[in-house]
């Protein structure tokens, strides 16, 4: 069954750095988005992207965030300035259509010191 | 603001027992309704989903959810856990139309053999 990949499982960094956040979502689907989970807490919609731009994003997604899908495998979230309150779980997604059920990736654990 | 609330945060169950999960949300129009499921060290993975129809749906391992409009509830249930269930429930809504995915707080069950 295809799955949806993230790269790398940890990353730790220091505050102030930029860090680069993969995913390579299922290969036919269209819609990508971005999600994360601060430890003990709820699962939060960052922005979703379709057809190459953002089609929707969240108040969390401010001027330190950027996505892109450099070539067509590959999904990238960049947090440009990393904070200590950036320190969670990063989970990527992808749906052949907008309403179809999302399909998760295993995450990427930031933790920023 | 949508919201999303799962009342139950830690659930502690023998095998065997029965299972219910609360799950409500806020919004008034069409929604589609998920529960997610993550096991200990891996990632979301989808349990059972509605989106129209028969408001009681069946999802994979036994679990089933029922949406009651009138009560903005979709409530998950199993009527025999095992061991296995042990993980992190997630309940999600999507409002019709749109791309952004609402997640509740998620609820922990253990299941003790």
């Known amino acids: 069954e295809p799955e949806v990949t993230q790269t790398p499982s940890h990353q730790v960094t220091q505050m102030g750095q930029e860090v680069i956040l993969r995913c390579v979502p299922i290969s036919n689907h269209l819609y990508f988005y971005w999600y994360r989970q601060i430890l003990g807490q709820k699962v939060e919609f960052l922005v979703s992207f379709y057809n190459n731009e953002i089609s929707e994003k969240s108040e969390i997604f401010d001027d330190q965030f950027s996505v892109e899908r450099p070539d067509g495998s590959n999904f990238t979230l960049k947090i440009r300035s990393t904070k200590l309150e950036d320190s969670a779980m990063y989970f990527c997604?992808?749906?052949?259509?907008?309403?179809?059920?999302?399909?998760f990736g295993p995450g990427t654990r930031l933790l920023v010191l | 603001a949508q919201s999303v609330s799962q009342h139950n945060h830690h659930v502690i169950l023998s095998e065997a027992a029965s299972l219910e999960l609360g799950c409500n949300y806020s919004?008034?129009?069409?929604?589609?309704l998920f529960w997610y499921v993550q096991y200990p060290g891996q990632h979301l993975q989808l349990l059972l989903k509605?989106?129209?129809?028969?408001?009681l749906v069946k999802g994979i391992k036994g679990f089933e959810a029922e949406f009651i409009k009138s009560k903005f509830s979709f409530n998950l249930r199993k009527p025999s856990v095992q061991w296995s269930d042990t993980a992190e429930y997630f309940c999600a809504v999507n409002h019709f139309g749109g791309n952004q995915f609402y997640f509740g707080t998620g609820t922990s069950l253990t299941v003790i053999p």
């Open positions: 997604a992808s749906t052949g259509t907008a309403q179809e059920t999302q399909y």
């Open positions: 919004y008034g129009g069409t929604v589609n």
């Open positions: 509605y989106f129209s129809g028969d408001p």
